[in-house]
């Protein structure tokens, strides 16, 4: 999928059920977009670390990026800050990251 592409219009079930079909970078992106429009951020991450973590094998540069860049408090202006995607994390999963990084990573 290229950037100016356009979703084709026989895609049904919107915008976020096309982009699940698709892969990489820019996709993720594109998620990203929506879930921000739709004021559902912290649940990508949510869902990235768990997809990076989930299954046979571990996607450690994902966790990595995801884990610093939202501990940084220059991004706490846009309250996506670690402690939300932690709480969220157990919510959705019922296990904290840090337990499920740890089984994980270990």
Known sequence: MLIDEPVPKSKKGGIEKYLASEKGEVVDGYVALVKTAKGELIQFYVDQLYAAMK????????????????????????????????????????????????????
């Not at 309250?79 to 969220?88: G, S």
């Open 55 to 106: 299954g046979l094998g571990t996607d450690d540069n994902l966790i990595i990026r995801t884990l610093i860049s939202r501990s940084e408090s220059c991004f706490l202006i846009t309250q996506i800050d670690l402690a939300n995607i932690k709480q969220e994390f157990h919510a959705k999963y019922g296990t904290t990251l840090e337990n499920f990084v740890k089984d994980d990573t270990s």
